[in-house]
């Protein structure tokens, strides 16, 4: 899965960025706790781990 389509479901689900670090995006939720970090550029493919452990900070579940 892509950067740019992670973001997407991200932000769909309330998530909006609040900084970036290089290519690393820095997300946060009105209501969840933490924050979610998103690394690379918009075309790059996340891996598989990497894509786990977003869904799981975002508190998603696991949407692979």
């Known amino acids: 899965m892509k ?3 992670v973001l997407k479901r991200l932000k769909k689900d309330g998530w909006y960025q609040v900084r970036m670090r ?3 995006r820095i997300l946060a ?8 970090v998103v690394p ?3 075309s790059d ?3 598989i781990g990497t894509l786990g ?10 949407e692979r």
């Open 3 to 5: 950067v740019k389509e």
């Open 22 to 24: 290089g290519s690393h």
């Open 53 to 62: 452990a977003i869904w799981k900070q975002a508190q998603l579940g696991d």
């Open 40 to 42: 690379g550029k918009l």
């Open 45 to 47: 493919e996340i891996p």
């Open 29 to 36: 939720h009105p209501q969840k706790p933490g924050i979610v």
